[in-house]
T-cell receptor, first 113, second 115 residues
Framework: DGGITQSPKYLFRKEGQNVTLSCEQNLNHDAMYWYRQDPGQGLRLIYY???????QKGDIAEGYSVSREKKESFPLTVTSAQKNPTAFYLC????????????FGEGSRLTVL | AQSVAQPEDQVNVAEGNPLTVKCTYSVSGNPYLFWYVQYPNRGLQFLLK??????LVKGSYGFEAEFNKSQTSFHLKKPSALVSDSALYFC?????????????FGKGTRLSVIA
């Protein structure tokens, strides 16, 4: 089936450690996105990529990094510089039309101990 | 900048009654509007989207949305609520004029359908 796969589903990290969240899609979409979800705050954009080897910062990029070496993959690294990394992280992709909806993965829940 | 507002954090409705979840938007140019639903610890599922010219949009699971340009609103509706509709609902707008630009989301409205 076509879709977006995020892994791991749950992740625990000690303070000071970097962690990488995986996002893979087989929908042949050019654009991919990372959002962070916190209770009562909706979804906030971290980074997005409109094409391979290119990406842009979103509203809350500090403490995060991404790469887009392949069309199918858009991993997110949560670095030790991120002050409050405990959250639910959502990856999405889009077919690239103006009225095209985003397709979401099932999310990764990161907890910092 | 494009934005959406969901004025209600929580909506409670009895099973079988009609439901409305409100959304207002602010955009420059044509609005590209979307509704999503989220169940606990899951990703967002697409419900419906506004396509220019159709003020009443029908979507998945019996949901529909009414686009009102003069009131800049895009309210989500369902004629008869089910307990299984209880979830978190998000309204979103495309942030720019390119198909790859991100969506900007509202803060979400939690719908609780009571049996």
């Amino acid at each position: 089936d076509g879709g977006i796969t995020q892994s791991p589903k749950y992740l625990f990290r000690k303070e000071g450690q970097n962690v990488t969240l995986s996002c893979e899609q087989n929908l042949n979409h050019d654009a991919m996105y990372w959002y962070r979800q916190d209770p009562g705050q909706g979804l906030r954009l971290i980074y997005y990529s409109q094409i391979v080897n290119d990406f842009q910062k979103g509203d809350i990029a500090e403490g995060y990094s991404v790469s887009r070496e392949k069309k199918e993959s858009f991993p997110l690294t949560v670095t030790s510089a991120q002050k409050n990394p405990t959250a639910f992280y959502l990856c999405a992709s889009c077919p690239g039309t103006l009225n095209g909806e985003l397709f979401f993965g099932e999310g990764s829940r990161l907890t910092v101990l | 900048a494009q934005s959406v507002a969901q004025p209600e954090d929580q909506v409670n409705v009895a099973e079988g009654n009609p439901l409305t979840v409100k959304c207002t938007y602010s955009v420059s140019g044509n609005p590209y509007l979307f509704w999503y639903v989220q169940y606990p610890n899951r990703g967002l599922q697409f419900l419906l989207k506004y396509i220019t010219g159709d003020n009443l949009v029908k979507g998945s699971y019996g949901f529909e949305a009414e686009f009102n340009k003069s009131q800049t609103s895009f309210h989500l509706k369902k004629p008869s609520a089910l307990v299984s509709d209880s979830a978190l609902y998000f309204c979103a707008v495309r942030a720019g004029s390119s198909g790859n630009t991100p969506l900007v989301f509202g803060k979400g409205t939690r719908l609780s359908v009571i049996a």
